[in-house]
């Protein structure tokens, strides 16, 4: 796990773990990202937010999408 779960984190380590347990393993694009991400110290979205974004998005369903200020996306 990343130091930052020690650190401010709202929740306990454990219920993070949990919740990134019942995730599906990034994929694709995604996982791209992310590896492009911690290889150059660019910061990305944890996995259970862009989870969640990805739901709200479906829900919505949403055509467009504006992204402002998450780095990478």
Sequence with gaps: MRDWIEGDNINYDYILR?????????????????????????????????RFLEIIIKIANAKRILEVGSAIG
């Design 18 to 50: 949990y919740i990134r347990d019942t995730l599906p393993q990034s994929e694709g694009l995604l996982l791209e990202m992310e590896k492009f991400a911690e290889e150059n110290s660019v910061p990305i979205s944890q996995p259970e937010s862009i």
